[in-house]
């Protein structure tokens, strides 16, 4: 069942990473063209598609390289607007800019922050995609952000782990605890050595 789980979670970061991959070609996606109104409503119009077919994220925006504002499916926000509303419980300002402006998938641990939580309120995991500049290996024109609610990804682990005491627990590459089926308070001993870029499956003991 933990091969599962790791499959499963697998799939949906591909498909992100295809997204972002999708996104690359096209021209209303490039920061030059995104002064125009009509370039802007064709790109809400496009992330649209990708967010009403894919219900594991809750919502994703295009962050242009050299522009102060996110698209989403939805509206479009000046960046500070975008994190007062969203995360700014989750993470500082400093580490939303650093997911914006990587070169490399990134992830947000929402549970590094899990003291500033509400009673009740949904937490977003956040998945940060470059978007490769068209025709460039080495570019890119800008960033997707995905937000994740975190109890849908514990949903997804509920359904492959029925027993009662079963755990799972997602690490980013720092070692850094993303979400876990049941809270437990912290990592346990045996993940704390997850080597950076790794996807491994571990069993703790007979309960996790």
């Known amino acids: 069942m933990l091969e599962q789980v790791r499959d499963t979670m697998d799939g949906q970061l591909a498909e992100m990473r295809n997204i972002a991959v ?3 070609v096209r021209r209303e996606f490039d920061p030059e063209r995104l002064s125009s109104i009509y370039s802007i ?15 594991f994220f809750s919502e994703v925006v295009y962050k242009a390289r050299h522009q102060d504002f996110l698209i989403s499916s939805k509206s479009t ?17 400093d580490q939303y800019l650093g997911l914006l402006e990587s070169d490399v998938p990134a992830v947000n641990a929402a549970n590094a922050s899990q003291s500033l939580e509400q009673p009740g309120s949904d937490r977003y995991i956040s998945y940060a995609v470059p978007v490769p500049a ?3 290996t080495s570019k890119n024109k800008g960033t997707l952000l995905f937000l994740i ?26 070692g850094q605890l993303v979400a876990s089926l049941a809270d437990a308070g912290g990592v ?9 870029g790794s996807s491994e499956i571990r069993r703790l003991d007979d309960d996790q």
């Open 22 to 24: 999708q996104l690359s």
């Open 41 to 55: 409503y064709e790109a809400k119009d496009k992330i649209s598609l990708y967010a009403e077919a894919n219900a």
């Open 77 to 93: 926000y000046l960046s500070v607007i975008f994190y007062n509303m969203f995360l700014s419980q989750y993470l500082t300002y």
């Open 134 to 136: 068209f025709g460039s």
């Open 149 to 174: 609610k975190e109890k849908k990804v514990k949903q997804m682990f509920s359904s492959f782990l029925p027993y009662r005491k079963s755990n799972v627990y997602i690490l980013d590459g720092q």
């Open 188 to 196: 346990p001993e045996g993940l704390l050595d997850v080597k950076a």
